[in-house]
């Protein structure tokens, strides 16, 4: 009975991982192992890169009771827009960048401002908000796309060319750069769960099962060393992955590990008691959405950079991407509830449907098809689980 | 003697945890008007939903023969099928929608993919007559008032053609006078042949309008009394009500030592937030010393948690008028809990699921909510000590889990009010406001919950304690205020204060001498 009780939550917990591991290996053996070559994995980051930055905003956002921000593709186009037309007529990388994240956080301000102290639905605010930006990114564009050359600007945001961290410490086929830094990394990662393991123990705080975490500390550890090892017999480590590991610390740490990410949670859990409880919880609606914005300025930057241009059509359905990684990574539709290490799970998975099936050559109109039944059978698993509970 | 129109039959019905109703019986003559009485949470609402089948048949053992026939109804619309209607205490109408809409709503008449108006329209205007409103059934229901929306239920009742009608306290948020008028109709339709069960806390309605009178206590029904001259002495209730045996499910109160004043509130008044004209709480002024236990008596609905939630931080009502003194100086509390936290008040809800609790969090995550601050620097919580305290408190509380993760939607109730007074705790008040701290969990568990209120008491906070049962407000208190209709109607030394005259203070105020 109690075994079974384990068991049972254990998969509850790691359901979107197995599902994961399951997806990996069936793309392996459709695609005869294609889907592990270095290259692909590769571009797995560099193509989705825009999933896990927004993802991460559109967390917080779901996190405050399912609420989502639709505008964010808008706002990644908007923010492209102004940036890739200011760096054409000449405008450094730094200021245009500046403006870019301003501009991005302005937006999630006001949006927010409508959604926390007027009482907006957010469905409705940010509906406005992805006509407004789409149409204003037309009016920035003047209907044309705009190329950016700007060499700072592409190299430091992952774009043309150049769009790998060059390797310093080698100079063969073998990018060393790459493996060292996965190798510190991976040290790094060990040496935290130690000591913290060490110092909750001398506190005497109850662990739990000490060789579950440590099998799992292991298992990442191996797979942090794998994928450096892959990405440097390519051609190292991709730009934009520096930008989505900062994004993902940052945030992983602010929901874990900060007073205002314990509110996100708190006000999706209960937003009454959360009030009562002395916190001023239209501030953390505005909080996310403004984030949210912030966030979408990132995700502007890292698009244009890219693909080296601004162009009217960019962002179009990168809020349903990224709003679709966080169910599918765990987060409940219903508010409170969500990790990013679930939106890490989420948004690569996603990814690698959408990759693997490219390579069996399967048409974009039914990959979309396949998107959808995952993000279903993702959401249905949630509601189960709560209607289980009742 | 008239004919049985309705027999409950050794009604049991249990939750998880709790017994709500105990071999109950009940019998109802045709064309009476039967009143149920019974302190809050006797069991009275839960007989009626089994009656009415919102507990459907399964769900409880026991027979209802109706009619001369056994019963089994699944759903609301089995039961308003053989013309059982219930009006319940909260007004199920749409504001939004006109009366007539609301008469039907779920009932329409013509056909389901085509609504028949001016038939729904014209029946609504009769039944509205017969409960004598003179408004047109097109009139939107949030443009009347809350007497004449008490009356659309009943002829919403009569629309569904109700040979038995419960009312369940339709007086509750009525005046004086829409009371009588109400009352006034139930003795019409009784000459008309309806049968009438009354549930209410109002004594002297009872008296007034029943012909039988059925007290229930604890689950059970106790005795039914015969009023057939309308003269029975409300005494003679009260005795049936509260008539139990008072021994050691209190922790003696000894040793109290009582110091200065600490909060004082005085003419405090406070508006209903959605119809500002009506009063919920009126010129109450009361005070807590220090190592103090106080106890604010009143029944469901006198206006009790409105006052308190008003004084923390004005979370409830608007236009709150009054002084507010913390230790004898002048507080003017900003609109929001955060400064009522500041300024050392914790209240600690009647509703710990709906305005306490996390349920989707952890016990941590709920006992550190209100006090994080003390936990983190800089806004990063030391999650090792949130740990260690909300350890320390599961200790200290007896909070029965295995461990500080478990998620708090998972405990037992008595648990679950442990977390949400460990919480508040944690916010270390000086002053703390428990509002109905032991509804709905079970004796062992009011029991420790009385003993920690007695060593906060013991460590000089001021405990107010709000309470609507009354043997717990006398086993509590050091000093008692009486809530009724809006007013602190009284107040008294726990030493001298009994059950008996503690009703009758409340009786006498609701009959405005």
């Known amino acids: 009975m109690m075994k079974e009780g384990i068991n049972v939550s254990f998969l509850k917990k790691n359901m979107m991982v197995i599902a994961l591991v399951i997806v990996v290996i069936f793309f392996s053996i459709s695609t005869g192992g294609k889907i592990l070559y270095a290259q692909n994995i590769n571009n797995l980051i560099s193509q989705n890169g825009y999933v896990f930055v927004l993802a991460a905003g559109m967390l917080l956002c779901i996190l405050t009771g399912g609420n989502i921000d639709l505008a964010v593709g808008s706002v990644v186009c908007f923010t492209g827009a102004i940036g890739g037309v200011m760096m054409s007529r000449g405008y450094s990388a730094g200021i245009s960048v500046a403006v870019m994240l301003l501009v991005g956080l302005a937006i999630g301000m006001f949006q927010g401002y409508w959604i926390a102290w007027i009482s907006v639905p957010p469905f409705i605010a940010t509906l406005a908000g992805m006509y407004a930006f789409r149409g204003l990114s037309n009016v920035v564009l003047n209907g044309y796309a705009v190329g950016i050359n700007n060499e700072t600007f592409l190299r430091i945001f992952g774009g043309g060319a150049d769009c790998y961290i060059p390797d310093y410490l080698g100079s063969g086929s073998f990018n060393l750069t790459c493996m060292v830094v996965g190798m510190i990394c991976t040290a790094l990662f060990v040496l935290m769960t130690l000591l913290g393991w060490v110092k909750r123990n001398k506190r005497g705080i109850d662990q739990g099962n000490a060789s579950l975490m440590w099998a799992r500390t292991l298992i990442i550890a191996a797979l942090i060393l794998w994928i450096s090892f892959e990405l440097a017999s390519y051609k190292g480590i991709p730009t934009v992955l520096l930008w989505i590991a900062l994004v993902l610390l940052v945030y992983g740490y602010i929901t874990s590990y900060t007073a205002i990410g314990r509110y996100f949670y708190a006000v999706g859990g209960n937003e009454k008691a959360t009030r009562l409880s002395g916190i001023n919880t239209k501030l953390v609606y505005f909080i996310a959405y403004a984030n949210m914005g912030f966030l979408a300025g990132l995700a502007g930057i890292l698009t244009v950079a890219r693909a080296s241009s601004s162009q009217p059509t960019y962002g179009q359905g990168y809020e349903m991407d990224a709003i679709a990684a966080c169910f599918i990574g765990g987060a409940s539709a219903y508010g409170g509830v969500g990790k990013i290490t679930g939106v890490i799970i989420g948004a690569t998975l996603m990814g690698i449907i959408n990759q693997g099936m490219s390579i069996m050559g399967i048409s974009a109109n039914y990959q979309r098809a396949v998107k959808g039944i995952v993000l279903l059978a993702a959401v249905l698993v949630d509601v189960m689980f709560k209607k289980e509970k009742a | ?513």
């Open chain 2, 1 to 513: 003697m008239a004919k049985i129109l309705l027999e409950m039959k050794n009604i049991t019905k249990e939750f998880p945890g709790v017994k709500a109703l105990d071999n109950v019986n009940l019998q109802v003559e045709e064309g009476e008007i039967h009143a149920l009485v019974g302190e809050n949470g006797a069991g009275k609402s839960t007989l009626m939903n089994v009656l009415s089948g919102i507990y459907p048949h399964g769900t409880y053992t026991g027979d209802i023969v109706y009619d001369g026939k056994v019963c089994n109804f699944h759903t609301i619309k089995d039961s308003e099928a053989k013309g059982i209607v219930i009006i319940h205490q909260e007004l199920a109408l749409v504001p939004e929608m006109s009366i007539g809409e609301n008469m039907y709503l779920g009932n329409e008449r013509g056909f389901k993919a085509r609504i028949d108006w001016d038939t729904t329209y014209s029946e609504a205007d009769r039944y509205l007559k017969m409960v004598g409103l003179t408004e047109s059934s097109k009139v939107l229901v949030k443009e009347i008032g809350t007497g004449k929306q008490q009356l659309v239920e009943i002829a919403k009742a009569l629309a569904k053609k109700a040979r038995l009608l419960i009312l369940d306290e339709p007086t509750s948020s009525l005046n004086e006078e829409d009371s009588r008028a109400l009352l006034d109709l139930m003795l019409g339709f009784k000459k008309q042949g309806m049968t009438m069960i009354i549930i209410t806390h109002k004594l002297n309605e009872v008296s007034y309008v029943a012909d039988k009178i059925t007290v229930v206590r604890d689950g059970s029904t106790i005795e039914t009394i015969d009023n057939a001259n309308h003269d029975i002495d409300e005494d003679r209730i009260i005795r049936g009500m509260v008539g139990r045996e008072i021994t050691n499910r209190f922790p003696k109160r000894e040793g109290v030592k009582v110091g200065d004043i600490n909060m004082e509130v005085e003419h405090w008044t406070v508006h209903h937030p959605l119809y500002p004209e009506r009063v919920v709480v009126n010129d109450a002024s009361l005070y807590v010393r220090k190592g103090e236990v106080v106890g604010i008596y009143g029944l469901m609905g006198a206006g009790r948690t409105e006052l308190a939630m008003s004084i923390f931080g004005q979370s409830y009502g608007l236009l709150t008028q009054g002084t507010l003194k913390i230790d004898g100086k002048d507080v003017r509390l900003k609109k929001s809990p955060m400064d009522a936290i500041r300024h050392k008040i914790a209240y600690v809800t009647e509703d710990r699921k709906g305005n306490g609790l996390i349920l989707s969090q952890s016990i941590k995550v709920n006992t550190s909510l209100a006090n994080l601050n003390a936990l983190s620097t800089a806004s990063v919580i030391d999650k090792d000590k949130e740990y260690q305290v909300s350890e320390e408190y599961r200790g200290k509380l007896k909070i029965k889990t295995p461990s500080v993760e478990q998620l708090v939607g998972n405990l037992s109730g008595g648990n679950q009010q442990k977390v949400l007074l460990a919480k508040w705790m944690f916010a270390e008040p000086d002053i703390l406001i428990l509002d109905e701290p032991t509804r709905g969990i079970d004796v062992g568990a009011k029991y420790e919950i009385y003993c920690i209120i007695n060593d906060l008491a013991a460590a000089g906070k001021s405990v107010i304690v709000i309470s609507s049962e009354l043997p717990e407000v006398l086993g509590m208190s050091d000093r008692i205020y009486i809530m009724n209709a809006s007013r602190i109607v009284g107040e008294m030394k726990a030493s001298e204060a009994t059950q008996e005259n503690i009703m009758a203070q409340i009786l006498r105020s609701g009959r405005g001498d």
